[in-house]
């Protein structure tokens, strides 16, 4: 038996590491979750943050299911996927980041416009009586 190719023994018959991945809900739970974060940081780019906020609850729930799931699962394959999910979030907190950072500048920008505004107005107003 090769053990490089060999990864689990399961029901009578040796599993490579792709089957194993193939077979196991955990696993497939973290990939959706993946993929979710992946829309979830589309979303982001975008500035659409009620889709944003949807996709996070998904990845949430699918990677709470995940964990419930993961008893059974080598260590070091979870370990594997659990690092994918927080380079994810490293990713998404990034870009929410960036987005908050950029409202903010649209803030004081349309702050400063309604000020100066303002203060025509107020000029005006004065030249007027």
């Not at 193939?22 to 974060?37: F, N, P, R, T, V």
């Not at 996070?56 to 964990?67: D, F, G, I, P, V």
């Amino acid at each position: 038996m090769d053990v490089r190719q060999t990864f689990v023994f399961l029901a009578g018959r040796s599993l490579t590491r792709m089957e194993y991945l193939m077979k196991h809900a955990c696993i497939d739970l973290i990939e959706q979750a993946l993929l979710i974060g992946t829309r979830e940081l589309e979303a982001l780019n975008e500035g659409q943050t009620e889709q944003a906020a949807a996709c996070e609850e998904e990845r949430s729930r699918l990677t709470q299911q995940a964990m419930e799931l993961s008893g059974d699962v080598p260590l070091d394959i979870l370990l594997v996927e659990l690092q994918k999910l927080c380079d994810m979030q490293k990713v998404l907190i990034q870009a929410g980041t960036l987005l908050r950072q950029n409202w903010q500048k649209e803030f004081m920008r349309v702050r400063g416009e309604s000020r100066r505004l303002a203060g025509y107005r107020q000029a005006m107003a004065h030249a007027l009586h």
